[in-house]
């Protein structure tokens, strides 16, 4: 059975003390109200992941993650931080190829793919994003496009190995803009990234990927992305720097 997984980016977003008592809430909130299976993933800025790991200790349904990780394992990098620092101070999960930093950091799907290894080898969790812009979209390329990321970003990986990622999949044209994608056209998104993932590896291996979609989600429209059989959660944004909509999201999978 594949993991139910809500995300939160928090971006740029929120000094140290900002961050931390919004994570506090979460907490408190997580522990009271989720009665399922379903796990939080709360990806802070770097300068609060030390202290929100030392904070999720006793929340087992609360795990903590980075946005992005160097491709290198260690050198001369300035400004960087390393998957292995990121491990070391206990970060399970990463985002890696978030549209934002395609778009303005110039990361490619060649690049993804060696952060991807590098990520993997210091026993983190990449949750890779996908997706197409409007114009793709538009252009009717957008099934290509996903593809061509997965080929190039994620499919150079063992099975043994590809099984340890979360896949979401974020419209970029749906992501900060108040615009989601329906939930037909994130089924058929999420429907066709689990059969690619079948034809290269296995039918076992896609239903055991969790695929999240991220995009302008919040607790109103969660329920029906959720529903869909091949939405496994969310990659949630504005919504989860806030504590009542990123856990009413979260509540979506409650048993
Ligand atoms: C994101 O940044 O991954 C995202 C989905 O943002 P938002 O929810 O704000 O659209």
């Not at 506090?24 to 909130?29: A, F, G, K, L, P």
């Not at 026993?123 to 997965?150: A, M, W, Y």
């Not at 689990?194 to 076992?204: C, F, G, H, P, V």
Request: aromatic content about 8%; glycine content about 8%; charged content about 20%.
């Amino acid at each position: 059975m594949r993991k139910k997984i809500v995300a939160g980016n928090w971006k740029m977003n929120l000094d140290y003390n900002e961050g931390l008592a919004l994570f506090s809430e979460i907490t408190n909130m997580v522990k009271d109200e989720i009665t399922g299976k379903q796990q939080a993933v709360v990806c802070s800025p770097f300068i609060h992941l030390h202290s929100l790991v030392q904070m999720a200790k006793g929340y087992d349904k609360v795990s903590v993650g980075a946005q992005n990780a160097h491709q290198a394992e260690s050198g001369a990098y300035t400004g960087e931080v390393s998957a292995k620092m990121l491990k070391s101070v206990g970060v399970e999960y990463v985002i890696l190829g978030h549209s934002e930093r395609r778009q303005y950091f110039g990361e490619t799907n060649e690049l993804l793919a060696k952060k991807t290894d590098t990520a993997l080898a210091n026993d983190l969790k990449p949750i890779f994003c996908i997706g197409e812009t409007l114009q793709e979209r538009e252009s009717n390329v957008h099934f290509q496009v996903i593809k061509d990321q997965l080929i190039e970003g994620v499919f150079h990986l063992d099975a043994a190995n590809f099984a340890k990622l979360v896949i979401a999949y974020e419209p970029v044209w749906a992501i900060g803009t108040g615009v989601t994608a329906s939930s037909d056209q994130a089924q058929e998104i999420h429907a066709f990234i689990r059969k690619e993932i079948a034809a290269k590896y296995n039918q076992q291996v896609a239903d055991d990927t969790t695929i999240l979609y991220g995009g302008s989600c919040n607790p109103k429209n969660a329920p029906e992305l959720f529903a869909q059989a091949d939405i496994d959660g969310g990659l949630i944004g504005g919504a989860s720097l806030k504590s009542r909509d990123f856990v009413d999201i979260l509540r979506v999978f409650n048993a």
